[in-house]
Every structure is written in C-alpha cells, then in structure tokens.
C-alpha cells in the first residue's frame, strides 16, 4: 500500500471513530482520530497476524493501552475486514461486544485496557514469554497515550524492559497534547519523555505522527532494534483533520458536535481493506526438559510453615505442568517462591519490588497461554490491586500468593502486615481466596489453583505450625474441615489459617471444663462452604469467627453473607485485629488483637456464661 493509499486509511479510521461515537452517543473520537495515521501504517505495513487464528503462537500483539481510544481498534478490525459496518456501529450498545473499552470478549483482544498505564506493563509480560519462554520473534507493540505516561507503572515496565532487554518489544506513544480536562504535563515536549525513556535504557525515535512516510520509518526502524526495547515519540494532534475540534480543549470523551459534517470534511465513508501480513512460521520447539521435584509430603505432628510448602508444591507442581510459571517481587526467600526458581529456573522471572509490575507481567503471560504464580507479601499486593482487578476483566486467570500475612508475623510490625487482603482479593470478580492452616493443606491448595477458571489467591504465613492433616487428604475448593465436633456443641469456632490452631486450644481446654465448641476450619474463605455452615449454626445457635485480618471483608463478612438469604440467623460474634499492631512477638501479637486461645477461650464463656481456665 503506498502512502498517499496510507493517508486515505487513516482518513478512514477517523471518519470511523466519529462514525462509531455518533452511534453510540458517546466515546472518545478525538483520542481516536490522534492516533489514526500511526495506526494505519501500523495495520498496512508492520503488523504481523493472522486474524482467522489469533491463537497462532508467531502473531503480533497489539495493545491498546490508551483504551479509552477504542474507537480506533474497532475502526481497524473494521479495515482488516473481521468486523463489518453494521457491527462498527453497534459500539457501546447492551450485548455489543464492541464496548467502551476493549476487552477479550473480542477474539483478537488479549488483555483488557482502559485503566491507563496498564498496557506498557502487561505487554512486557508478553515479551518476557515471547523471549524467554516461546522462544519465537513475535513483537509486542503497545499503543499508550501521552497522559498516562504520569502514571508509576508506565515506568516500572520501562526500567524492567530495560533491564531485560526486551528488544521485542515497542512502544508508540501518542503525544497529543491534551488529557482530559485540559494539557499533559509535558504537552508536546517530546525531548521530555525522550530523556526518561533513553535514561532507563531505551532507544527513542520522535516522529510528526501525521507523517506516513517518518512514521514508517520509525516504526521500522524499532522492528529492526536489538538488544533494546524502543519507543516511538509521535507528534500528533487531538480530534486531527476536524477544524472544530482539532487541537481544541473540551471535546474530551464525547461525539464530535457536529458529525456529519466532520465526516465531510474528512473526506466522507470509505471502505479501503487492508490484507494484514500474516505471521512466520514458527517451528515446533522440543518439549522442554522439566527437572523432577517429588511433592512435599509432611507428617503429623511436624512443625512447618505454610509458606515452606507453597515453595516445595510449587516446585512439585512445575515438573508436571510445563506450562507453570513463577514470578517474585524480590522477596523469593521469604515467599519460598525461589524453591522453584532452583528447579526450574528457565520459568522463574524475577520482577523486583514492582508489584504492579508482578502482576501486569502474569496477566501478559497469562495472555500467552502460560499459567503464572506470582508471590510476595500480602501486604504489599495492595499496591497492586488495580491490576488485579483489571486482571479479572481480563479473564486472566492468574495465581497469587500473599505471604507474611496477618499480625502472626511478629516483630516487623503493622507495615509488614498483611491485613487487608482476605476482603481486597474476595471483592475481586470470579476469584477464590484459600487461607491454608498446615503443610499438607497448603501443598494440595495449591495444586487445586492450577484448575482454577478465574484468579486464585493463597494466603500463608510466616512462622511454623504445627501439621494437622495427613499427605493424602484432599481440601476441595469450597470446602472446610470440621476439626472438633459434638452433641453438646454450645458454640461453633470458625476460623482459617493461623488461628484454628489457637481454636483448637481453646475448643480442648473448654471441652475438658465441660463446654463443647465446634471448631471448623474454613480453609476456602471464597467459595464458602455454605452447607458445612448453615448446619453448625442450625446446631449451635451461635458462629464466633476468628481472624488474623481486620474485621472488614474477612472471615467473618464471608460466614454472614451465608445467612443474608432472609432464613433465621444465628448469633454471629467476630474476633479480628481492631487495634493497630506494634513490634512484638507472634504470641504477644495475637494476644494484644484479642484472637489467641485465651481471647477465644474467654468470648465463648461470654456466650455460654461459664467460666473456664486456660
């Protein structure tokens, strides 16, 4: 296709973005229309794939991290002739699989966009699995505006791109000038972000983004890069070849005023198809040599920490599943995420303390067909909780694993201390949070993650407990295990992780004073076990939950909404951490928050109106 053909595509992308706004009553035309000519030359000349295969393992990806500008992506399907007119113009509308925002309810979609500094991170996660894993040259091109450059995930992926050499990877950002309600920091200063960009290691190309033949030679100039990542610095102008709304503040998501004509002054409707190069093709590679790990088996009795299991089942779990990959954000020795870093250090990918970048990489290796596991604190996913749920909107269905969790942790004291995750991660779409008590559970736990549809969370702490379960016994998802049971039960204990072992010393010392408790462990925080509950508290009359977390979101949320159907409830009484902690050791942590033996020992004589010694 020659330039002056070039020119007319990208006409055509604008006058379809206004077209699809139109329609809708909505959208983001002028973000469209920007980045319209670096699109078409981008579509026609450099873009390797095969849209009647968008599995195909050597196809381009392209990620509209701008995903606002959605209008334009669907302008392309429209130009390489996999959506029709009719379809571009059903944009926004209920059942449209054209939404306000991309997502992978379209075939060539792989990750969903729209949270703004998410495409950079998530496309080099596709880059490490293209280079690193695959081993075939296909290229990540990501689309990114010039607003969300503020944005500190943008450079985190910058700096790790840099730092992996990701020369499969290119970056084109659309420098229009003007975000949403007014100019960027930088408006057109493209040497600004050239400095950032070439300071973290990055070769830079500026380029008049409405110049088809520079923009060619930009864009081929970073195909042809090696041994680093590039991006492209366009120029451009927002809401571009429309007099009343070019380079103009105010028309920031929404329909151009005046549509129709706008479309004549662009030139009108036009139907120029582009036959998009197909990909190479890409040998069949060796089945890779996998080291076998033999699965923990931990006996009764033992003393283990439930993160020492994750590791080890981890590494079991990495000789069967050659699809299995691991991501750390540099605390590997702590997680026990490096166990399977030394047996199969081919899939182990350190990302440094970037968890926005941890988890943006698993879901672009996700995106690939891999099936990531990424670990670090559970306090510290909550910076990446953005990710997270995009992930869920992404159909990414990835493993995480928050460790060091809950005041259990002792003396490194509140900032450490994973409180919040249980509610951060059951507030997430279609997500499961298991919260293991010994070994044995943990490393099953985590083979069940593996079949996991949607995103998977497991909490594990730090210090040693003592193993309750057999290596052969099974821990469904959705399930819980009644450890203490009887006739004469007054008070059901629920309680998961760290503190059914202090359920279990309180339930033995009341039962030796003549008061029957009921202990379960509620290992599957998300799913519930409904059933398992609904008959102790048909049996008992009263659930007291107990929680190394914050009473909000937690355990204790999870038992009530069980009987929020309107049937008759029982009495609920939650123990959980109100206070904020200090530095102290485990035992002294979990007495000053009122969750230990004692504290439970104490809440069911308040219930029953007995008095027991501990």
């Known amino acids: 296709m020659r330039d002056e053909e070039l020119a007319e595509l990208g006409q055509q992308l604008r006058v379809d973005a206004v077209r699809a706004a139109a329609a809708a009553g909505s959208g983001h035309p002028t973000s469209s229309m920007s980045a319209a000519d670096l699109a078409a030359v981008l579509l026609a000349r450099h873009l390797r794939y095969d849209f009647d295969r968008p599995d195909h393992p050597g196809n381009d990806r392209l990620i509209l991290s701008k995903g606002h500008a959605s209008p334009l992506l669907y302008a392309l399907y429209r130009a390489a002739g996999v959506i029709d007119d009719a379809e571009l113009l059903t944009f926004r509308r209920d059942g449209s699989p054209l939404e306000g925002h991309p997502t992978p309810r379209l075939p060539w979609v792989d990750v969903a966009t729209g949270s703004l500094g998410q495409g950079l991170p998530v496309g080099v996660g596709m880059a490490l699995a293209g280079k690193r894993v695959e081993q075939v040259p296909y290229r990540i091109w990501v689309l990114c505006g010039d607003s969300e450059m503020a944005e500190g995930s943008v450079w985190e992926a910058a700096e790790h791109a840099a730092f992996e050499r990701l020369d499969n990877l290119v970056l084109i950002v659309d420098v229009n000038r003007l975000g949403q309600r007014g100019p960027t920091r930088e408006g057109w200063d493209l040497d600004a972000y050239e400095r950032r960009l070439r300071a973290f290691g990055w070769l830079t190309t500026e380029v008049d983004g409405h110049d088809i033949a520079a923009v060619d030679a930009a864009l081929g100039e970073a195909a042809a890069n090696a041994g680093k ?35 004549r002054e662009l030139g009108g409707i036009r139907n120029i198809h582009v036959d998009v190069a197909p990909p190479p093709p890409v040998p069949a590679r060796p089945a890779p040599g996998i080291r076998s790990v033999d699965p923990p088996r931990y006996r009764v009795g033992d003393e283990v920490a439930t993160r020492d299991a994750f590791g080890a089942a981890l590494a079991a779990l990495g000789s069967v599943r050659a699809d299995v990959v691991v991501l750390d954000g540099e605390v590997g020795d702590s997680t026990r995420a490096q166990v399977f870093g030394r047996a199969h250090p081919d899939r182990y990918f350190e990302c ?16 690939r067909g891999h099936l990531p596991f990424a670990a670090t604190f559970a306090a510290f996913l909550t910076r990446a909780h953005d990710f997270i749920r995009m992930a869920a909107v992404s159909e990414a269905g990835i493993q995480l694993c928050g460790s060091h969790s809950g005041v259990s942790i002792g003396q490194d004291g509140p900032s450490q201390m994973g409180l919040e ?23 099953c736990l985590v083979r069940h993650m593996a079949q996991l549809p949607g995103i998977g969370y497991l909490r594990t702490t730090r210090g040693a407990g003592t193993v309750l379960y057999g290596p052969d016994e099974d821990f469904p998802v959705g399930g ?64 007291l939950t107990v929680e190394d977390h914050r009473p909000e979101g937690g355990v204790g949320d999870a038992v009530a909404e069980v009987f929020a159907d ?12 109100r206070t904020m902690p200090g530095s102290a050791t485990p035992e002294e942590q979990l007495r000053h928050a009122g969750i230990d033996a004692a504290s439970i020992t104490a809440a069911v004589e308040l219930l029953v109106g007995e008095a027991v010694a501990l």
């Open 229 to 263: 990542p590039t991006a492209v610095l366009a120029r451009t102008h927002k809401g571009r070849g429309v007099a009343e709304v070019e380079d103009q503040e105010g028309f920031h998501g929404k329909p151009l005023p005046h549509p129709e004509e706008a479309i």
């Open 352 to 367: 440094y303390i970037a968890e926005q970048q941890l988890v943006a990489a698993a879901v672009g290796m996700r995106a």
């Open 421 to 443: 995750d249980l509610a951060m991660m059951r507030t997430v779409h279609g997500s499961t949070v298991l919260c293991p008590c010994d070994a044995n559970q943990t490393a």
């Open 480 to 543: 819980s295990r009644v450890l203490r049971s009887g006739d004469a039960d007054r008070v059901t204990v629920v309680a998961a992780g760290v503190t059914v072992h202090e359920a279990l010393r309180a339930a033995d010392a009341l039962a030796a004073a003549g008061t029957g408790v009921r202990v379960i462990d509620l290992y599957s925080v998300k799913p519930v076990d409904t059933a398992t509950l609904q008959q102790a508290a048909d049996d008992t009359g009263c659930l």
């Open 566 to 577: 309107g049937r008759p409830q029982p009495r609920l009484v939650r123990l959980a951490v």
